[in-house]
């Protein structure tokens, strides 16, 4: 059964993923982790995991200092409440590489957010990050790459 609890919580739930992808833009591995309820997991572009706020914090900075991280452009495709302290954002991510104006196709992704109501606190619970490459669909991906760079 899928709840719709309104746009209020909705735009908390796009506020909390906003606020990650804007942590990432800034290289703030701090904010970063500081969004995830303490058992959160993170699956990153390349298959990796970390889990636990702790880890994610450790994991971030050791590639926030190695080099300057290409920023996000995203949209927000749904907020669904699974139930009244679970919910699922799903969005489409670009990401444009430092002193470029136009995002790079092949660093397009599929994000997927399930946030856990904390104390009336959202949290982030998994956060996964996933390429979109649309093997043998060549249109699909120039689609979304339109799309994305009408956002830089």
Do not use: C
């Not at 706020?53 to 669904?80: G, L, N, Q």
């Not at 949290?123 to 760079?149: D, M, V, W």
């Amino acid at each position: 059964m899928i709840l719709n609890l309104g746009t209020m919580n909705e735009t908390v739930i796009k506020e909390l993923h906003q606020k990650l992808l804007t942590a990432w833009n800034n290289q703030d591995a701090v904010a970063m982790a500081s969004l995830f309820a303490n058992n959160g997991t993170v699956v990153g572009f390349d298959g990796s995991e970390n889990n636990g706020k702790a880890i994610i914090e450790k994991e971030m900075s050791k590639i926030f200092k190695d080099h300057k991280t290409a920023r996000y452009v995203w949209k927000v495709r749904e907020v669904r409440f699974l139930s009244s302290g679970i919910a699922l954002l799903r969005a489409v991510a670009g990401m444009v590489l430092p002193g470029e104006e136009k995002v790079k196709p092949e660093r397009n992704a599929q994000q997927s957010l399930i946030a856990v109501n904390e104390n009336e606190n959202w949290k982030i619970a998994l956060f996964q990050n996933t390429p979109a490459q649309y093997h043998g669909r060549p249109e699909a991906s120039q689609s979304l790459t339109n799309e994305l760079n009408a956002l830089v």
